[in-house]
């Protein structure tokens, strides 16, 4: 089975670009998370779909930050504008009964 | 305050050596799931331990949920161990099951 992918593996963007993150989950699963990954705040959620409905919108993550599941096997986290503080590893996972199951990431640098 | 936390930050082990790493948490968990991260790497799941004692391979982990703890024990350390464990529990929010994760114990194993 093919574990949940992730394109593009890295991205540079400068700052005010508008970047798309993509992320298939694992076929079947009905969950899916969009995470950020950073030294200092660690892994912070952003986005929890299920079943393609939009669970958890990541709260202070709003603003610039869009996750949206097109079918259930595609997903896809648009950040517009970029700012440099945004610069981390974007993860995606996947989940049918709680375990989650994650994708090798984005990494992301805003300059 | 922080849901879950970890200790050690971090870990230096000679290899051969035995590892406990340690995970408290706030709340009562009904998912509780230790990640590996290798540097660079993504997150990959070891094991989904809610309660008990479990084992795969190297590896035990024992969660006293009513003591709220959790603790992974990795027996005879390789090189290849090195990197970050990550501790997880699930949070009831939006109507549904997320994951707050903890901020991951360090683990260096020299040869």
């Known amino acids: 089975d093919a574990g949940v992918t992730q394109t593009p593996r890295h991205e540079v963007a400068e700052k005010g670009q508008t970047i798309i993150l993509k992320c298939e989950p694992v076929?079947?699963?009905?969950?899916l998370f969009w995470y950020r990954q950073t030294k200092i705040q660690g892994l912070e959620l952003l986005s929890y779909f299920r079943s393609k409905s939009l669970m958890e919108d990541g709260g202070a993550f709003k603003d610039r930050f869009k996750a949206e599941m097109l079918n259930s096997s595609f997903s896809t986290l648009k950040i517009q504008p970029t700012e440099p503080k945004d610069s981390a590893v974007y993860l995606c996972?996947?989940?049918?009964?709680?375990?989650?199951?994650f994708g090798p990431g984005t990494r992301l640098t805003v300059l | 305050g922080q849901q879950v936390q970890q200790s050690p930050a971090s870990l230096v082990l000679q290899e051969g050596e035995n590892a406990e790493l340690q995970c408290n948490f706030s709340?009562?968990?009904?998912?509780l799931q230790w990640f590996y991260q290798s540097p660079g790497g993504s997150l990959v799941s070891l094991l989904s331990?809610?309660?008990g004692t479990k084992h795969t391979g190297r590896l035990t982990s024992t969660t006293v949920t009513k003591e709220r703890r959790s603790s992974l024990h990795i027996s005879s350390s390789q090189t290849t161990d090195s990197g970050t464990y990550l501790c997880?529990?699930?949070?009831?929010?939006?109507?549904?099951?997320?994951?707050?994760f903890g901020s991951g114990t360090q683990l260096t194993v020299m040869p």
């Open positions: 997880a529990i699930d949070r009831f929010s939006s109507g549904s099951w997320q994951l707050i």
């Open positions: 076929s079947g699963h009905n969950d």
């Open positions: 331990n809610p309660s």
């Open positions: 709340s009562t968990a009904t998912q």
């Open positions: 996972a996947s989940s049918l009964r709680g375990e989650q199951y």
